[in-house]
Antibody, heavy 118, light 108 residues
Framework: EVQLVQSGAEVKKPGESLKISCKGSGYSFTSYWIGWVRQMPGKGLEWMGIIYPGDSDTRYSPSFQGQVTISADKSISTAYLQWSSLKASDTAMYYC???????????WGQGTLVTVSS | EIVLTQSPGTLSLSPGERATLSCRASQSVSSSYLAWYQQKPGQAPRLLIYGASSRATGIPDRFSGSGSGTDFTLTISRLEPEDFAVYYCQQYGSSQGTFGGGTKVEIK
């Protein structure tokens, strides 16, 4: 059974750093893209970027380029999304998802809620 | 960046009725990389349709997708109580993905 299990909710202060994770199981982790999607409170879905764990090829949405870093450790089948300096506007639910056809996602993690507040 | 515009924003229908949701792209999208998702409150999105018209695993045949180029449609032939949710279209092309703003299908 394909599963993506994300790390737990985080509460951070503005300016702090953060790295959230997404662990894949039940399939060949290195053979599928993993994408990240943001959903701000009460809003729609936003495509952030994707990574191919097999060779770490990474693509970013222009809206998120330079704002976050997507990475993966194929030895532990885990993808990451990280911030070096959080802002209150980063408060959102973040989903990881497996790329069926590149950026089209067939399996989704349960989401990680990130709250940034002073 | 390709912009996807979904309409209507909200669709008020009764169970058993037909729902027709539209997704229009600012430029031509490869049908191979056009998908539809369903999201219910407090849940992650679920893939319904990929390749513009192929149903994902386990998706009932009352859901169908069609279209090409810049105009795509998701049709729910007869709404079941569990179909009331928000629906998003998404495209992936030239190493970039974008989602539409969503259509909420609510009970009338």
């Amino acid at each position: 059974e394909v599963q993506l299990v994300q790390s737990g909710a985080e509460v951070k202060k503005p300016g702090e750093s953060l790295k959230i994770s997404c662990k894949g199981s039940g399939y060949s982790f290195t053979s599928y893209w993993i994408g990240w999607v943001r959903q701000m409170p009460g809003k729609g879905l936003e495509w952030m970027g994707i990574i191919y764990p097999g060779d770490s090829d990474t693509r970013y949405s222009p809206s998120f380029q330079g704002q976050v870093t997507i990475s993966a450790d194929k030895s532990i089948s885990t993808a990451y999304l990280q911030w070096s300096s959080l802002k209150a506007s980063d408060t959102a639910m973040y989903y990881c998802a497996r790329g069926k056809d590149g950026g089209i996602s067939d399996y989704w993690g349960q989401g990680t809620l990130v709250t940034v507040s002073s | 960046e390709i912009v996807l515009t979904q309409s209507p924003g909200t669709l008020s229908l009764s169970p058993g009725e037909r729902a027709t949701l539209s997704c229009r792209a600012s430029q031509s999208v490869s049908s191979s990389y056009l998908a539809w998702y369903q999201q219910k409150p407090g849940q992650a999105p679920r893939l319904l349709i990929y390749g513009a018209s192929s149903r994902a695993t386990g998706i009932p045949d009352r859901f169908s997708g069609s279209g090409s180029g810049t105009d795509f449609t998701l049709t729910i032939s007869r709404l079941e109580p569990e179909d009331f949710a928000v629906y998003y279209c998404q495209q992936y092309g030239s190493s970039q993905g974008t989602f539409g703003g969503g259509t909420k299908v609510e009970i009338k």
